[in-house]
């Protein structure tokens, strides 16, 4: 079982429709969460990063973590076809500077 | 130039070439790393250098050497590479050790023929 599970998609959406995307680990260790996005032939650019459970919101996106369910959820509201990309989770215990990556989740909005 | 920057951005190169891959941070970070990415896997963690030391080497072939001469600035030498060590090398950084958030790099796109 991978540390990290991230379904790769693609997931494709019409423009302004709510994308919704979710990691699940298996390491109860983990305790900072981050969503990345990667543009083709790009590095991955941060987006979220978040300390143990909760929500938080940035504009037009909310990221959620339920540590209870080790499952962590990035939520893009009115999608547009400019955040087509590559998405990332990470997490790490905090105790050293390992961060351990999901797969990605490959996003397609459709104008 | 501003965030993480490295060079060169494309690489092509046979498997008994020897390259360096730079990166240079200007954030005032104090932890690089090295990643590999591939089609259709994870990132890969390399190796991390924190204050100029190597902290971290994720059971990387002595083929790759990394070099960190300050905390600005890390190379990657290549040498008698596979073609499967073909991928995008990524360089990041962050502030400290526990928990910060990584920046990453463009990456370096490399082939090896």
């Known amino acids: 079982q991978k540390e990290v599970e991230q379904d790769p998609g693609p997931l494709s959406v019409p423009e302004g429709a709510i994308v919704s995307l979710n990691c699940t680990y298996s390491?109860?260790?983990?305790?900072?969460f981050m969503w990345y996005r990667q543009y083709s032939r790009k590095g991955p650019e941060l987006l979220m990063y978040t300390y143990s459970s909760g929500n938080k919101e940035d504009g037009r996106f909310t990221a959620q973590v339920d540590k209870s369910s080790k499952y962590i959820s990035l939520f893009i509201r009115d999608s547009q076809p400019s955040d087509s990309a590559t998405y990332l989770c990470a997490m790490t215990p905090g105790t050293g500077n390992k961060l351990t990556f999901g797969g990605g989740t490959r996003v397609l909005v459709k104008p | 130039e501003t965030g993480v920057t490295q060079t060169p951005r494309h690489l092509v190169m046979g498997m008994t070439n020897k390259k360096s891959l730079k990166c240079e941070q200007h954030?005032?970070?104090?932890?690089m790393y090295w990643y590999k990415q591939s089609a259709k896997k994870p990132l890969e963690l390399m190796f991390v250098y924190n204050f100029k030391e190597q902290t971290e080497n994720n059971s990387v072939p002595s083929r790759f050497s990394p070099e960190c001469p300050n905390s600005s600035h890390l190379f990657l030498h290549l040498h008698t590479l596979q073609p499967e060590d073909s991928a995008l090398y990524l360089c990041?950084?962050?502030?400290?050790?526990?928990?910060?958030?990584?920046?990453f790099g463009p990456g370096t796109r490399l082939t090896v023929l």
């Open positions: 954030l005032g970070h104090n932890a």
């Open positions: 990041a950084s962050s502030p400290s050790g526990k928990g910060n958030e990584q920046f």
């Open positions: 390491n109860s260790a983990f305790q900072y």
